[in-house]
């Protein structure tokens, strides 16, 4: 055993210092791994050992990889990844894939807090669940609303997340009039229940669809985020573009929910996000320097709603950008 494998890196590792590593998730379809593979990996020093009074993160991000899990290998370098997902393969893995994965925070929010005391309480209590009614839960993750059937929401029915508004019924669908603004529908259709929701929207009489109303009730923390939203760069962007039919109704409505949905983040997560967006948007042939890379709590601009939307906030950035300089 070589002195690099009995981890004196490991002694020296800090932390804070360390702020990506590459992850090999291996997925074996339930069969155990042949032992020899298990040989082949210690052998070249690949497994967590090391000083017990150290943690079991210093003691594993300390070697080049690290058995974590039986599915979940850990390395410092591109190289090594590459390696040891090869090897898994060659000893039978049905799937491998590599991930780049940075560190974040796991000092949990306020909303956290108060997320994870309302779950125990929900999991804890004792007796019968109450009986399945529909809901409508929105998720601030997405800037969507989905009906479903459950006793209690927990969690965003489409992709897990717990930055969830939810109330009893089914999802609100209104009638859209072309002739009046979409901010004016956007505030009267979102906020229709009080709590941001993002409804069905329809140009053509349906039963059961009414007018959004004109003057909802909004407390005072949407109301803040409203009026910092249709002052907001997005605003004057999503004007030019629909000036210039670069983007439809539907799609200047969906940039307002993401809008909204961004400005309910703290800063520090848009600040992460927003350097990913810029990097997209460069990546995509999109010129840097036109953007920004500080996050205005009070502000939010087209680019900024990449971790909502996904590529269509690099594609609007694009055409944007596109719009303003040719
Ligand atoms: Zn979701």
Redesign the pocket.
Known sequence: MNNRSMGNQAIDYNPDELTAVWMVVIEWDGDKPPTVYYNRIRKMGFTVRGDKSTSPLTRRAGFEGVVYQEGNLICRAESTARFLSGLASEYGARAVSIIRATFASTTMSESDARTLESMQAYFGAKGRRANPVKWCVT?K??G?SYTIETDKPVV??????LE?NYRQGDKPAYMDQETINPRAVWIGSRFGNGLFESPVLSNDPIDGYTNPPTNPTINTGDQTRIDHLMHSTLIDQLNRLADAKIINRAGYLAALDAGYCVLTKNNDTRAKSRIESIARFFARGGDANELTLITNPLDVDMIDLYPVMGETAIENTLRYDHLMNH
């Open positions: 998720c993750d997405e969507k965003c029915p489409n992709c897990g997340s969830i």
